[in-house]
């Protein structure tokens, strides 16, 4: 295969490699707030928004994502947060994840969420 081929065959595997792991993957989906301070509060992620509270189909991009958690940056909208964190505590995505909000990237970098609760995967 001449060098040119094979240099764009790399790139075009380079970006869908990156394409796949900016998936929300098995985060997607409805979320039921089980904890005192998010009880009865509902979260919808799709590939490209987030619902939560009053903020409605707000887009993001994914800043972090490994099995173990996913972070997102609303990229549009007037909510009152700008960071949303999930983090699994178990492998079981059916166990659900804890679920963070920051209003500032400074305070996710300081590790200061504005609101911090626990999510089970909606069950309606």
Known sequence: MPTGIRLLSMSYALVAARAIAA???DYGGAY???SRACWNSRLVLTEKTISWGVCR???FRIIERDEDHLTIELT???CRFDIVKFERKAKDPSLGAEI???????DYDR???SLSCWY???RR
């Open 57 to 59: 189909d707000i887009p």
């Open 23 to 25: 998936s929300v993957g």
């Open 111 to 113: 590790s200061y969420p």
């Open 100 to 106: 963070s909000r920051y209003k500032t990237r400074a």
């Open 32 to 34: 039921e707030g089980d």
């Open 120 to 122: 089970s995967p909606a």
């Open 76 to 78: 549009d909208g007037e």
